[in-house]
């Protein structure tokens, strides 16, 4: 029995026109400099200069006014080096600075690829057969930043994939810090992000056991205060407050368009990307449906694991995942509990896949060896392509598999229901191997996926081009469930 494996003929390609102001900060030095000479302009002048700037960039943002005034906020530190007050300054003034201290950024410039798909909240006014869904993709721009957005699809009862078209904009979240603080599920993450233990040490024994963003604030403040002559440490200081910037909810407007969402590293542990979002729709014991998606946050050396949970994906609620399994990457989570437990996958040593139970789902020990390559087309590495997918027959557990030439394949396994510690059926040979069409781009001979999803008989997997663009692949169910069963593991 032969697979027939259809590649839709659909692609979603980066856009470059998609863009977001950014604070743009260059220097301590040139900042105070530019700020005094724009103090210095007439009102005249001022209105001359700013008012063509709002006519132009109003067509690119959403409130770019809002945007210049939030960013000249961010310069009252330097505001009182100059003695100036922020409050006497002249409204137009004030926009004048912002949009000197603001860039656009290009979220899609490089790449888009790596997707995800989950069941829309909003399944209202379709007919018999169509499926309105949520595609998450990894965004490459300038610097090879990553970042997560957003496409809405509609499939038709034929399993015809149609991408909605964007909207005219893209919004960053507002970000909100967490209130409350668990000190030692905290500095249990502290210990992993190689911070001087020593600095660790002298902050925990000034916290309660739980508290809040502004203590641990002032704290690092008051503690750099008596080592300002130490500049190492200084930095040390700082990655502890940059690690409570791990802990946020972010929030959209209603008002956007869930193309018009971006997820944007905020963090200075995030500072290089966050990559590869797996969004799973969980189902809870009570029945209640929630969204949960793991994504690896990269600072340029140091790789920490998050989780993401939103129910509406206007509001997103971040925090770090800890334990001795939520290292690396490629997690993935189940979406339900079996038998009272969390499940999750992961590759902790980046070269097999493993199985972990938790009571907590942000909390991950024990991993459990579950697969090792076994063929030639996956001997340097495998993972997980997203979140396993129930059937009546077992978990489908879409894999990848790097071989020579670091070419990636997608293939598939199948876990037993009740225990998906057991293998019960794989393909011997990749479901998806790239072609001609598919193996030039950012990174050449990859195709990678971050999630699938059943449709009409269907097993629906959107997957990344060589790192560059976006496409969708189908296979019928039954087949693969019958051909994967063929295949019980030695």
Same mark, same amino acid.
Request: glycine share 4%; net charge positive; hydrophobic share 40%.
């Given at each position: 029995m032969r697979l027939y494996i259809e590649r839709k003929p659909v692609k979603v390609n980066p856009d470059t026109k998609r863009v977001i102001a950014r604070f743009f900060f260059n220097g301590?030095?040139?900042?105070?400099?530019?700020?005094?000479?724009?103090?210095?302009?007439?009102? !005249?002048?001022?209105?001359?200069?700013?008012? /063509?700037?709002?006519? !132009?960039?109003?067509?690119?943002?959403?409130?770019?006014?809002?945007?210049?005034?939030?960013?000249?906020?961010?310069?009252?530190?330097? %505001?009182?080096?100059l003695g100036v007050d922020f409050e006497d300054i002249e409204p137009y003034t004030k926009l004048l600075i912002g949009a000197y201290f603001t860039h656009e950024y290009s979220i899609e410039s490089a790449a888009f690829f790596n997707p995800s798909i989950v069941d829309d909240p909003d399944q209202t006014d379709l007919v018999e057969g169509e499926k309105r869904v949520i595609i998450s993709f990894r965004a490459v721009g300038e610097g090879h930043?990553?970042?997560?957005? %957003?496409?809405?699809? #509609?499939?038709?009862?034929?399993?015809?994939?149609?991408?909605?078209?964007?909207?005219?904009?893209? =919004?960053?979240?507002?970000?909100?810090?967490?209130?409350?603080?668990?000190?030692?599920?905290?500095?249990?993450k502290a210990a992993y992000a190689q911070i001087d233990p020593s600095v660790l040490e002298e902050v925990e024994s000034k916290l309660d056991d739980k508290f809040e963003y502004t203590s641990l604030s002032n704290i690092i403040k008051d503690s750099k205060t008596l080592h300002k002559e130490n500049p190492?440490?200084?930095?040390?200081?700082?990655?502890?407050?940059w690690l409570s910037d791990t802990y946020h909810t972010i929030s959209f407007s209603k008002d956007t368009d869930i193309s018009d969402r971006v997820i944007f590293p905020i963090s200075e542990f995030e500072r290089k990307g966050i990559e590869d979002a797996r969004f799973v729709k969980f189902i809870k014991e009570d029945g209640k449906v929630l969204y949960y998606a793991t994504y690896t946050a990269f600072d340029g050396s140091l790789i920490i694991p998050k989780l993401v949970q939103t129910d509406d994906f206007y509001e997103f609620k971040v925090i770090p995942l800890y334990g001795d399994g939520a290292q690396n990457k490629n997690l993935a989570l189940f979406p339900r509990k079996i038998k009272g437990k969390y499940v999750m996958m992961s590759r902790i040593d980046g070269w097999n896949n493993y199985l972990m139970f938790s009571d907590k789902v942000n909390v991950w020990e024990n991993p459990i060896l579950l697969k090792q390559p076994r063929y030639d087309w996956e001997l340097v590495q495998i993972g997980n392509c997203g979140s396993p997918i129930e059937t009546d027959k077992g978990w489908i557990v879409i894999t990848h598999g790097v071989g020579p030439m670091r070419r990636y394949c997608i293939g598939v396994s199948l876990l037993d229901l009740e225990d998906p510690s057991k293998e019960i059926g794989h393909l011997k040979e /990749? #479901?998806?191997? /790239?072609?001609?069409?598919?193996?030039?781009?950012?990174? /050449?001979?990859?195709?990678?996926?971050?999630?699938?999803?059943?449709?009409?008989? !269907?097993?629906?997997?959107?997957?990344?081009?060589? =790192?560059?663009?976006?496409?969708?692949?189908?296979?019928?169910?039954?087949?693969?469930?019958?051909k994967l069963l063929e295949n019980k593991p030695d």
């Open positions: 301590e030095e040139r900042a105070l400099e530019v700020i005094k000479k724009v103090l210095q302009f007439s009102d !005249e002048k001022v209105f001359s200069l700013i008012s /063509p700037i709002l006519q !132009e960039y109003s067509k690119r943002h959403r409130n770019i006014t809002k945007i210049l005034t939030r960013h000249c906020k961010k310069l009252k530190k330097q %505001f009182a080096v930043i990553s970042s997560i957005v %957003f496409r809405r699809a #509609l499939i038709d009862a034929k399993n015809n994939i149609q991408v909605l078209p964007v909207g005219n904009y893209v =919004d960053e979240a507002e970000v909100v810090k967490n209130a409350i603080y668990v000190k030692k599920l905290f500095f249990k190492t440490r200084l930095v040390e200081y700082d990655k502890v407050l /990749p #479901l998806i191997i /790239p072609n001609n069409d598919e193996r030039e781009g950012y990174v /050449p001979n990859v195709v990678y996926s971050c999630g699938s999803i059943i449709s009409n008989g !269907e097993l629906i997997i959107p997957y990344g081009l060589s =790192d560059y663009s976006s496409s969708f692949a189908t296979v019928n169910l039954e087949l693969l469930l019958n």
